[in-house]
C-alpha cells in the first residue's frame, strides 16, 4: 500500500514529505490509520543523530490513529479501535516480565535500530527499505506497530489531541506520579518548561507540593508554568538559578528535575537539592556526554537517578492520564499547538525557538 511519510535522508536536514511503500501487518503487528503525531525532542536527535537511528527513516513517536487492520495473534485491540502510541517493549526480558516495559533490556535496539524485532522492515521507498523509528514511525498517514505499542483510548476526546500522552507527558507527569511519589508538602525544582517539565509540574500540584519551582530561559514558558501549577518561576538567564533555589527553600528542594540533559544544568539539579534530597534525568543527552559533580554534595544523603519513560505502563497510565484531564485538574491540552502534516518543519522551527511547546502534526487522514 501506498503512504504518505515524512523521511529524514541525511543528518540535520529538513524532513521530505514523499511517497512511500508499507507492508501489511504480521503477527502481533497492527496497521493504524494515523491521525496525529507530537513531535518531540527525541525526534530532533534522531534527525540529528544524537541517537545514530540508521537513515533514511521515518521518524515520530507520539502517534494517534485508528486501527485499520489486526495482524494474526492480535486481541487486545480490533478495527475501528482509537488508540495511542508508546515506547516499544519485547514483553519476554526479564524487566518485562516484572512489569517494567520502560527498563526493557531491547529497548534501544526496538525504538532506535530502525528494523521490527526479527530484523525485517514493515516501510519501503522503491526497494530501498526504510527505517522504522520508537516502534511507530508516526510521521506518516499509516503505521505498523507492535500490539504491544499500542493502547486502546476513549472515543470521547478528540484523538489528535492525545498523542503527546505517549513520551512526552508521560514521562514528565510518570516521573512524579509513578516514581518519585513526593508527600504532601514536598518541594519540586523543574530544569526547563518544555512539554515534558510542565507535565512535571501539572503532576506536582496534583499531589500537593507546597514549592513547585520552574526554571527555564523562555518567559513565555514560565508564565505558563505558573498558569499550570508552578509556586515559583526562575530565569536561569538573570540570576545564579542554585543560589535562588536556595533563597526560596531554604536548604534546596527535596526533588529536583533535569529535562534539558545539558550536563550544567544537571548540575544545577544536582546542587539545588537538600540534603537527602533527590536529581533526576529524563532527559536524553547525546551519547557520551558527561557532567562533573562535587562528591562530598553527594555524601550527604542525596541521590542521583534516571527515569526512563515515567516508569509508566502505557496501557495503564495513559488512561489514567486522560481520566486527571477529564476531571479538570491535567489540563495538557495547555501544551499543544497544531499543524498540518505539510507544516511539519516549521513546526520544528517553533518548537526548536522554543515559541511552541508541543507541536501537534494532523494528517489528512484525520477525524
Request: net charge negative.
Amino acid at each position: 500500500m501506498k503512504i504518505k511519510a515524512a523521511v529524514t535522508y541525511e543528518k540535520g536536514l529538513d524532513f521530505e514529505i514523499r511517497e512511500i511503500g508499507i507492508q501489511s501487518p504480521k503477527q502481533g503487528e497492527v496497521l493504524v490509520r494515523m491521525v496525529a503525531s507530537g513531535i518531540c525532542h527525541t525526534d530532533l536527535n534522531a534527525r540529528n543523530q544524537h541517537r545514530p537511528v540508521p537513515l533514511p527513516a521515518v521518524l515520530g513517536h507520539e502517534g494517534a490513529g485508528i486501527v485499520e487492520e489486526v495482524g494474526p495473534g492480535v486481541n487486545s485491540v480490533q478495527a475501528g479501535d482509537h488508540v495511542v502510541f508508546s515506547q516499544s517493549s519485547c514483553g519476554f526480558c526479564k524487566k518485562c516480565r516484572a512489569g517494567k516495559p520502560f527498563a526493557c533490556e531491547k529497548a534501544f535496539q526496538l525504538n532506535f535500530l530502525g528494523a521490527m524485532p526479527d530484523g525485517s522492515h514493515r516501510l519501503y521507498q522503491e526497494e530501498q527499505p526504510l527505517s522504522h523509528f520508537f516502534g511507530q514511525s508516526s510521521f506518516a498517514s499509516y503505521s505498523v506497530a507492535s500490539e504491544r505499542s499500542v493502547v486502546k483510548v476513549s472515543k470521547e476526546l478528540p484523538l489528535e489531541m492525545l498523542g503527546p500522552l505517549g513520551c512526552g507527558i508521560q514521562t514528565g507527569s510518570g516521573t512524579i506520579f509513578n516514581r518519585l511519589k513526593p508527600s504532601i508538602g514536598s518541594t519540586i525544582a523543574v530544569f526547563g518548561c518544555g512539554t515534558v517539565g510542565l507535565s512535571a509540574i501539572m503532576a506536582a500540584k496534583v499531589t500537593g507540593a507546597s514549592r513547585i519551582i520552574g526554571v527555564d530561559v523562555h518567559d513565555n514558558r514560565l508564565v505558563l508554568a505558573r498558569e499550570l501549577g508552578a509556586t515559583h518561576t526562575l530565569n536561569s538567564r538573570d540570576q545564579d538559578i542554585v543560589a535562588a533555589i536556595r533563597d526560596l527553600t531554604g536548604s534546596g528542594v527535596d526533588y529536583a528535575i533535569d529535562t534539558s540533559a545539558h550536563p550544567d544544568v544537571f548540575r544545577q539539579a544536582v546542587d539545588c537539592t537538600a540534603q537527602s534530597g533527590t536529581a533526576v534525568i529524563i532527559g536524553g543527552p547525546p551519547l557520551g556526554t558527561q557532567v562533573t559533580l562535587d562528591m562530598n554534595h553527594l555524601l550527604y544523603e542525596r541521590s542521583i537517578i534516571g527515569v526512563l519513560q515515567g516508569n509508566s505502563v502505557p496501557q495503564t497510565f495513559i488512561p489514567q492520564l486522560i481520566e486527571l484531564y477529564q476531571s479538570g485538574i491535567f489540563p495538557f491540552d495547555k501544551l499543544l499547538k497544531y499543524y498540518p502534516f505539510e507544516e511539519i518543519n516549521q513546526a520544528v522551527h517553533d518548537m526548536e525557538k522554543g515559541k511552541t511547546i508541543k507541536p501537534v502534526i494532523l494528517m489528512e487522514n484525520g477525524c
